[in-house]
């Protein structure tokens, strides 16, 4: 398992159309992922899970990782996060 703290640099955090980008991201990865901030830890492949989090830009969140693919979703999803790709 895998876990990488990022800060969101996303110039309106995961909103509506981020969060669907970034849940679709995920799921193409067969690998759980998790998206945490704070206490709450979330399904990162669930749109609704990510909305529900209310990530702004600058904020501090957890992904974590496991299975065969963990270490390429991390990276992936990371590089989104930190406005790469």
Sequence with gaps: ML???VVVALQQGLHARPASQFAKTASSFESDIRIGKGENLVNAKSI???LTLA???GEE???TAEGPDEQQG???L????VGQE
Excluded: A, P
């Excluded at 990371?78 to 996060?81: P, S």
């Design 78 to 81: 990371e590089r989104y996060l």
């Design 55 to 57: 990530v702004e830009e």
């Design 3 to 5: 876990e990488r703290k």
């Design 61 to 63: 969140i957890t992904l």
């Design 48 to 50: 609704i899970g990510v």
């Design 74 to 76: 991390i990276e992936t």
